[in-house]
């Protein structure tokens, strides 16, 4: 398994590596989990409801094919494609509404792709489709991604029109050479546009950045956080890079660019950087990577909890939160199974449409009392009373107490809470706290991906400087005059 350690008698550097993989859909499942009937996690009896619940609504199209992008996409080729792909959507709706009839939904997602590539009247139509499949009433979040390119007033009038309260774009980055090497297309100009467009109409808008790319320096590191912060979203998700999900085609890139890969050190110093260049511009963190205005002076806040991303918060959630998943390739974790898609959209289609089958293979049941633990450093916060303890895996909860022991996590009365130092290794901590079987399966992802020639850079922290030292991240802040001494 990945050599992992926890360091506790060090003052800030309290894992001897740097953990490179992220964005988990926990529990993992295997091969052996594998249903015979696709259906029988709807058919479970004595099903207990879901504490909380989202959906998650795939649209697999682009305009634009985002080297970096890990999620299953194809380029936008005419409007009847996209109708046909919709048409089959509608009727996995219809299919699940067959075996869970119209459920409480608190949270809606509709990412890809790139769903703003749907026209007005189709994001109209999706969204009375919507009404009808789910109980709305304690609908609190409604997200729908966009790409600056298909930014247009009428499309936003349709997305408020359906109920939409969050919208997110991503502008990856501001540099000129990392768009190239990314494949971006469009233009800073039109970033800040749609970002003026979207503000105007939404009051809770999102932006993505990536960091940590190949050869990225501090001035670059910089000048993307600025740019993203003079964008005036609601909150900024600071996302780096994981080189092992990422596609081959951007490590050919990047290798054509003779770029090197940035070691764990750099990665872990550009983390803190951002976050206290977002701590001196007012901003605290709202979760793993996302940052918003601080609710208070103070700058000691680890973590503060509004305004949340309740999406998130539900994938990093606990194990009585559920995701529903719809579209090629989605996922659906379910009080216990996952549930996965078929990722090929012609598949999908054929499977829904003319099979009228739902489109996914089931694994499970899969006990995961640990679930919120595992995610917890996600979230930055961890309710008691939402744990089932007695079904705790040993594993976990000595791991919790070795956490404590080396102040990466504080015990309060009523739950935990993430310290200032375990917020910089939040990715260490969810890995280190699962039980033997999720670790073998990131150590799997890990090698697989090393074997398909996927690169990472060296992981080792040993190398990283401490506080006083002049090379140290708080210095080069100081010296670049980015925040105050």
Same mark, same amino acid.
């Given at each position: 398994?990945?050599?992992?350690?926890?360091? #506790?008698?060090?003052?800030?550097?309290?894992?001897?590596?740097?953990?490179?993989?992220?964005?988990?859909?926990?529990?993992?499942?295997?091969?052996?989990?594998?249903?015979?009937?696709?259906?029988?996690?709807?058919?479970?009896?004595?099903?207990?409801?879901?504490?909380?619940?989202?959906?998650?609504?795939?649209?697999?199209?682009?305009?634009?094919?985002?080297?970096?992008?890990?999620?299953?996409?194809?380029?936008?080729?005419?409007?009847?494609?996209?109708?046909?792909? $919709?048409?089959?959507?509608?009727?996995? @709706?219809?299919?699940?509404?067959?075996?869970?009839?119209?459920?409480?939904?608190?949270?809606?997602?509709?990412?890809?792709?790139?769903?703003?590539?749907?026209?007005?009247?189709?994001?109209?139509?999706?969204?009375?489709?919507?009404?009808?499949?789910?109980?709305?009433?304690?609908?609190?979040?409604?997200?729908?991604?966009?790409? =600056?390119?298909?930014?247009?007033?009428?499309?936003?009038?349709?997305?408020?029109?359906?109920?939409?309260?969050?919208?997110?774009?991503?502008?990856?980055?501001?540099?000129?050479?990392?768009?190239?090497? @990314?494949?971006?297309?469009?233009?800073?100009?039109?970033?800040?546009?749609?970002?003026?467009?979207?503000?105007?109409?939404?009051?809770?808008?999102?932006?993505?950045?990536?960091?940590?790319? #190949?050869?990225?320096?501090?001035?670059?590191?910089?000048?993307?956080?600025?740019?993203?912060?003079?964008?005036?979203?609601?909150?900024?998700?600071? +996302?780096?890079?994981?080189?092992?999900?990422?596609?081959?085609?951007?490590?050919?890139?990047?290798?054509?660019?003779?770029?090197?890969?940035?070691?764990?050190?750099?990665?872990?110093?550009?983390?803190?950087? $951002?976050?206290?260049?977002?701590?001196?511009?007012?901003?605290?963190?709202?979760?793993?990577?996302?940052?918003?205005?601080?609710?208070?002076?103070?700058?000691?806040?680890?973590?503060?909890?509004?305004?949340? @991303?309740?999406?998130?918060?539900?994938?990093?959630?606990?194990?009585?939160?559920?995701?529903?998943?719809?579209?090629?390739?989605?996922?659906?974790?379910?009080?216990?199974?996952?549930?996965?898609?078929?990722?090929?959209?012609?598949?999908?289609?054929?499977?829904?449409?003319?099979?009228?089958?739902?489109?996914?293979?089931?694994?499970?049941?899969?006990?995961?009392?640990?679930?919120?633990?595992?995610?917890?450093?996600?979230?930055?916060?961890?309710?008691?009373?939402?744990?089932?303890?007695?079904?705790?895996?040993?594993?976990?909860?000595?791991?919790?107490?070795?956490?404590?022991?080396?102040?990466?996590?504080?015990?309060?009365?009523?739950?935990?809470?993430?310290?200032? =130092?375990?917020?910089?290794?939040?990715?260490?901590?969810?890995?280190?706290?699962?039980?033997?079987?999720?670790?073998?399966?990131?150590?799997?992802?890990?090698?697989?991906?090393?074997?398909?020639?996927?690169?990472?850079?060296?992981?080792?922290?040993?190398?990283?400087?401490?506080?006083?030292?002049?090379?140290?991240?708080?210095?080069?802040?100081?010296?670049?005059? +980015?925040?105050?001494?």
């Amino acid at each position: 398994m990945f050599d992992l350690r926890i360091l #506790a008698d060090q003052p800030l550097i309290k894992f001897n590596r740097q953990l490179p993989m992220f964005n988990w859909h926990y529990p993992f499942h295997c091969e052996d989990d594998r249903l015979a009937d696709p259906c029988a996690p709807f058919k479970r009896v004595g099903r207990v409801d879901a504490r909380r619940r989202a959906v998650y609504i795939h649209i697999p199209f682009c305009d634009t094919i985002c080297n970096f992008c890990l999620f299953q996409k194809a380029k936008y080729q005419s409007d009847a494609d996209i109708q046909h792909y $919709l048409n089959a959507l509608i009727a996995e @709706f219809g299919l699940k509404r067959h075996f869970m009839g119209s459920y409480k939904v608190d949270a809606i997602f509709v990412g890809g792709g790139t769903p703003s590539v749907l026209s007005p009247e189709q994001i109209e139509l999706l969204g009375k489709v919507i009404r009808q499949s789910f109980d709305l009433q304690n609908l609190k979040e409604f997200t729908f991604e966009v790409e =600056v390119k298909s930014v247009t007033r009428d499309k936003l009038h349709a997305l408020q029109s359906i109920g939409v309260n969050r919208v997110s774009f991503g502008a990856q980055t501001f540099s000129p050479k990392y768009r190239a090497i @990314f494949s971006l297309d469009a233009t800073v100009e039109q970033i800040q546009e749609a970002a003026k467009l979207i503000n105007a109409m939404f009051a809770y808008t999102n932006v993505d950045i990536l960091y940590g790319m #190949a050869g990225q320096d501090e001035e670059e590191l910089y000048n993307d956080a600025d740019a993203a912060l003079r964008l005036q979203t609601t909150t900024i998700d600071f +996302y780096p890079l994981n080189n092992f999900a990422a596609p081959r085609p951007m490590h050919r890139a990047m290798r054509k660019s003779g770029l090197s890969y940035l070691p764990a050190t750099t990665r872990i110093q550009y983390r803190r950087y $951002l976050d206290k260049l977002l701590r001196s511009r007012g901003y605290a963190p709202i979760n793993g990577y996302g940052y918003s205005v601080a609710d208070r002076a103070e700058d000691s806040t680890v973590v503060q909890h509004a305004p949340k @991303f309740l999406y998130h918060d539900l994938i990093y959630g606990y194990q009585d939160d559920e995701i529903i998943g719809y579209g090629s390739s989605a996922i659906s974790q379910m009080m216990g199974f996952n549930l996965l898609n078929t990722a090929d959209r012609s598949r999908y289609v054929t499977q829904v449409l003319e099979d009228k089958a739902l489109p996914h293979e089931a694994y499970g049941p899969i006990a995961s009392p640990e679930r919120g633990i595992v995610s917890f450093p996600f979230r930055g916060v961890l309710e008691k009373s939402r744990v089932s303890w007695a079904r705790l895996p040993d594993e976990t909860w000595i791991a919790l107490q070795e956490a404590m022991d080396a102040g990466l996590v504080i015990e309060r009365s009523d739950g935990y809470e993430l310290s200032p =130092v375990g917020w910089l290794f939040y990715v260490n901590l969810m890995y280190y706290f699962m039980p033997e079987r999720g670790k073998k399966w990131i150590t799997n992802q890990i090698e697989r991906c090393q074997s398909d020639g996927r690169g990472c850079g060296d992981t080792d922290l040993s190398g990283l400087v401490d506080e006083g030292d002049d090379r140290s991240p708080e210095a080069w802040l100081r010296r670049s005059n +980015y925040v105050s001494s």
